[in-house]
């Protein structure tokens, strides 16, 4: 079993920037062999994914949306993946959560159906 924690939301401005944190409790090299995600969703809307990572790192993916804005990484040594935030506007108001999936990369990254691992979501609301 994997428990992943995000931390890391808030109240910004558009504008601003905020850096997520997820910290998975696997061990250093069970949390190396997952493919990492960031999801978010707003009320009402579906679930959107936001960017994914590969194992080393080496890999990443992004949404159309957020694309030159966010960046993720990840550091395997702490258990541990970040998703930073620049430039936010107020349409990226969402629960952002944390996911992880015990995969190779490749096929459906993009799909929140690929992970098992979730976690509990944290705010970020921008305003204008």
């Known amino acids: 079993q994997v428990q992943l924690v995000e931390s890391g939301g808030g109240l910004v401005q558009a504008g601003g920037s905020l850096r997520l944190s997820c910290a998975a409790s696997?061990?250093?090299?069970?949390?190396?062999?997952?493919?990492m995600g960031w999801f978010r969703q707003a009320p009402g809307l579906e679930r959107e994914f936001v960017a994914a990572?590969?194992?080393?790192?080496?890999?990443?993916s992004y949404g159309d949306s957020v694309k030159g804005r966010f960046t993720i990484s990840r550091d395997n040594a702490k258990n541990t993946q970040y998703l930073q935030m620049n430039s936010l506007k107020p349409e990226d108001t969402a629960v952002y959560y944390c996911?992880?999936?015990?995969?190779?990369?490749?096929?459906?990254?993009?799909?929140?159906?690929?992970?098992?691992?979730w976690g509990q979501g944290t705010q970020v609301t921008v305003s204008s």
């Open positions: 996911a992880g999936a015990r995969r190779g990369w490749g096929g459906s990254v993009k799909s929140s159906d690929e992970y098992e691992y």
């Open positions: 990572i590969s194992w080393a790192g080496a890999i990443k």
């Open positions: 696997a061990s250093g090299r069970t949390f190396s062999t997952y493919v």
